[in-house]
């Protein structure tokens, strides 16, 4: 089964097998935001579980890294 690429470039498992995601607004429009929200933006938060499946689907080997 073939993996959707761009599935694979946004999400990452962790070592304990989370799957995560990045913040949305990292680029486009930023130089309007403050400071202190841009230096919380790259952080790196779990897909909520309702979406899991879904991911696991479009990128079956994802964990498999």
Request: net charge positive; hydrophobic share 30%; aromatic share 4%.
């Amino acid at each position: 089964m073939k993996t959707h690429k761009s599935t694979s470039k946004r999400f990452r498992v962790t070592g304990t097998g989370k799957l995560m995601r990045t913040r949305q607004g990292k680029s486009h429009f930023r130089r309007n935001r403050s400071g202190r929200l841009l230096a919380d933006l790259p952080e790196m938060h779990e897909v909520d579980a309702t979406q899991v499946k879904r991911i696991q689907k479009l990128a079956p080997y994802l964990d498999k890294k």
